[in-house]
């Protein structure tokens, strides 16, 4: 989604900005822009659909002077993503650029029209310059302008400001969607968050909602929404994230897929006491005897780890699970009992149906858990238990590791609630983290897997319509596997229950569609294995993931088998999620998509 980055100091604005901008290349985007303001105040800009080295190219042609300036990339949402609706968007001597959207933009471009304004795009951000020029025009000075301004607004938004005329200031604010103040010797920085910020600053300011920010080269000024002076702790940058660089892989998800092992064993880590065979209560900070039920709310992939979580809470601790993508959630009747358990499960915590949802179980008074990737997030601070999935930064689009790191967490939390509830003995507790324990050994086992895959993507990358299926828990699998295919390479694919293919997609079975099906030798595998053949005998082109016992039952049906290490069933998930992932990779790289930045997608979707 939108990025936005700003800079005021003694360096030289235009390529530190772009620089930055790469750097949130990874949230999605389909234009970009900068704009500068050079030591007398004169300001200018540059603006490009399409990548940021189309920006490039133009700055390479027309250098933009100054060392203040702000820069945007931009994920369209009102309007095409032409020049003219990339940000900076100009109403002199205010530029600004924007992550969210204005609901009352409608209402609000219309009063500027009838007020004599020029609007050149037909975006909703070009009316906050032209209000925030107004009021500048009509004698408010900076502060009471900006609070002004932002009181008409309805939505949401991170915003970043420059102005003619002032090559000391940078103003920013935030209602919805993240924003960071970055702080180095030589200058202070705006960043949508801290992944832009890191190489170039050493400590960070988190805004919190409401407030805004008057930046000069050595100050930086917050208010909160009522104006009134507010501190915010500047933090040290995350080692982490200054580590969010590709090493020797061609690309971030390669990198990401191959590093599971390692922050699966990071994540179990921090909930398992291995020694014990047991979870750890410090780090869950929840009795689960305390709930009649479980709300499970969030969005793409985080919602197919929450529908795993599902059968792993009913089936360990017969805690009845309801389950909802986020942007339906709130759109429900709906009681919010104080004896359920408002869980959320996001990568970014920032995703605005999620985190709005979040919020309408706050405001019903429930208790809110979220398991989340980004420890400095709006949800990680709005929750009342922040449950780590220590994944570490995830920069491609699509989500692998922070998937199976959910799947991680979520595991621990079922045996937790079963331990809570006393559906589960000591012994069986045991059992179920040492099956945890093994998880990242299988999973990096199931590495090995990825020259067949390599193979089997080329075959799977001409298709048009691929179908995943499975059930029980193989079932969100397959759903996850179908949308890293889809998201990928393009190719149109659907995840179904194994039982429901034959009411309705089998009619889509011809010898042109690869039918991925996933089934581990587990109690339903016959059952699987049944649909399978009912696929097989309407031509569909079986590629069955399974384990060894798995295998020997599907030979001779399917055309091509992908054998993982066996597996506790408790831990099946997170074991056939791997060659999935590595399917839709290598199937991505024979159709030659932009495999960490798929069109239209965005890392972080900040707008409902
Ligand atoms: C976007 C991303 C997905 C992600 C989803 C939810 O669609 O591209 O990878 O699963 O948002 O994001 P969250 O940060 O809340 O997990």
């Known amino acids: 989604m939108c990025g936005i980055v700003g800079v005021i100091g003694q360096r030289d604005a235009a390529p530190l900005l772009l620089d930055a901008l790469k750097r949130l290349e990874y949230r999605g985007y389909d234009s970009a822009g900068i704009a500068t303001v050079n030591g007398e105040g004169a300001m200018a800009r540059l603006r490009s659909p399409g990548k940021l080295r189309n920006l490039e190219k133009r700055l390479d042609v027309v250098p933009l002077p100054g060392g203040t300036g702000i820069g945007h990339t931009r994920w369209a949402t009102h309007g095409a993503p032409t020049e003219a609706n990339a940000h900076p968007h100009l109403a002199a001597p205010v530029a600004v650029v924007h992550n969210g959207i204005i609901e009352n933009?409608?209402?609000?471009?219309?009063?500027?029209?009838?007020?004599?304004?020029?609007?050149?795009?037909?975006?909703?951000?070009?009316?906050?310059?032209?209000?925030?020029?107004?009021?500048?025009?009509?004698?408010?000075?900076?502060?009471?302008?900006?609070?002004?301004?932002?009181?008409?607004?309805?939505?949401a938004y991170a915003l970043a400001f420059a102005f003619e005329g002032q090559p000391q200031l940078l103003a920013a604010a935030r209602s919805g969607s993240p924003l960071a103040i970055g702080l180095a010797d030589d200058s202070v920085m705006i960043g949508s968050d801290a992944i832009a910020l890191a190489p170039f600053c050493d400590r960070i300011i988190y805004l919190d909602d409401g407030d805004i920010a008057l930046l000069t080269p050595s100050k930086v000024e917050i208010f909160d929404k009522t104006g009134a002076p507010v501190d915010r702790p500047a933090v040290a940058v995350p080692v982490q994230i200054s580590l969010a660089e590709k090493g020797n892989y061609r690309h971030f998800m390669a990198k990401e897929i191959h590093e599971q092992p390692e922050v699966i064993a990071r994540t179990i880590g921090h909930y398992l006491d291995i020694g014990e065979g047991t979870i750890r209560d410090s780090a869950v900070g929840l009795d689960f005897a305390d709930y009649r039920r479980v709300s499970i709310t969030a969005c793409g992939?985080?919602?197919?780890?929450?529908?795993?979580?599902?059968?792993?809470?009913?089936?360990?601790?017969?805690?009845?699970?309801?389950?909802?993508?986020?942007s339906e959630f709130r759109y429900r009747a709906q009681n919010f009992p104080r004896d359920e358990l408002a869980l959320f499960v996001s990568q970014s915590g920032e995703t605005a149906d999620t985190l709005a949802s979040l919020r309408v179980c706050r405001a019903a008074g429930q208790t809110i858990a979220t398991v989340v990737n980004v420890p400095t997030s709006t949800m990680a601070r709005e929750t009342d238990v922040a449950l780590p999935t220590l994944a570490g930064p995830e920069i491609g689009v699509a989500s692998t590791k922070a998937f199976t790191c959910q799947l991680a967490t979520l595991a621990a939390l079922a045996v937790k609630a079963g331990i809570d509830?006393?559906?589960?003995?000591?012994?069986?507790?045991?059992?179920?983290?040492?099956?945890?324990?093994?998880?990242?050994?299988?999973?990096?086992?199931?590495?090995?897997?990825?020259?067949?895959?390599?193979?089997?993507?080329?075959?799977?990358?001409?298709?048009?319509?691929?179908?995943?299926?499975?059930?029980?828990?193989?079932?969100?699998?397959?759903?996850?596997?179908?949308?890293?295919?889809?998201?990928?390479?393009?190719?149109?694919?659907?995840?179904?229950?194994?039982?429901?293919?034959?009411?309705?997609?089998?009619?889509?079975?011809?010898?042109?569609?690869?039918?991925?099906?996933?089934?581990?030798?587990?109690?339903?595998?016959?059952?699987?294995?049944?649909?399978?053949?009912?696929?097989?005998?309407?031509?569909?082109?079986?590629?069955?993931?399974?384990?060894?016992?798995?295998?020997?039952?599907?030979?001779?049906?399917?055309?091509?088998?992908?054998?993982?290490?066996?597996?506790?069933?408790?831990?099946?998930?997170?074991?056939?999620?791997?060659?999935?992932?590595?399917?839709?990779?290598?199937?991505?790289?024979?159709?030659?998509?932009?495999?960490?930045?798929?069109?239209?997608?965005?890392?972080?979707?900040?707008?409902?």
């Not at 992939?301 to 986020?326: C, K, M, N, S």
């Not at 507790?429 to 590495?447: F, G, K, M, Q």
């Not at 079986?542 to 599907?554: K, L, P, Q, S």
């Open 421 to 608: 509830r006393g559906t589960v003995s000591a012994e069986e507790a045991r059992a179920y983290v040492d099956a945890l324990v093994e998880a990242p050994r299988l999973v990096a086992d199931t590495l090995h897997v990825e020259p067949q895959l390599e193979r089997i993507a080329r075959i799977v990358a001409p298709a048009t319509t691929a179908l995943f299926m499975g059930r029980g828990a193989s079932y969100p699998v397959a759903l996850e596997g179908a949308l890293k295919l889809k998201e990928l390479s393009y190719i149109h694919a659907e995840g179904y229950a194994a039982g429901e293919l034959k009411h309705g997609p089998i009619a889509l079975v011809d010898d042109s569609v690869p039918v991925v099906v996933v089934a581990p030798f587990d109690d339903l595998f016959a059952k699987t294995v049944s649909n399978m053949q009912e696929v097989a005998a309407r031509g569909g082109r079986i590629i069955g993931v399974t384990d060894a016992r798995g295998a020997e039952a599907m030979a001779g049906t399917a055309e091509e088998i992908i054998v993982v290490p066996d597996a506790p069933a408790f831990i099946h998930p997170l074991v056939m999620t791997i060659p999935l992932q590595l399917l839709a990779y290598h199937a991505a790289i024979t159709n030659g998509t932009d495999v960490d930045q798929p069109r239209n997608l965005a890392k972080s979707v900040t707008v409902e």
């Open 301 to 326: 992939t985080a919602f197919y780890a929450g529908l795993v979580a599902r059968h792993w809470f009913e089936q360990i601790a017969r805690l009845p699970v309801d389950l909802d993508v986020a």
């Open 105 to 155: 933009f409608r209402e609000l471009r219309a009063k500027l029209k009838a007020a004599g304004a020029t609007l050149t795009s037909d975006t909703d951000t070009e009316t906050i310059a032209h209000l925030m020029a107004h009021r500048l025009a009509s004698g408010e000075e900076m502060k009471a302008a900006l609070l002004g301004t932002l009181g008409e607004l309805e939505g």
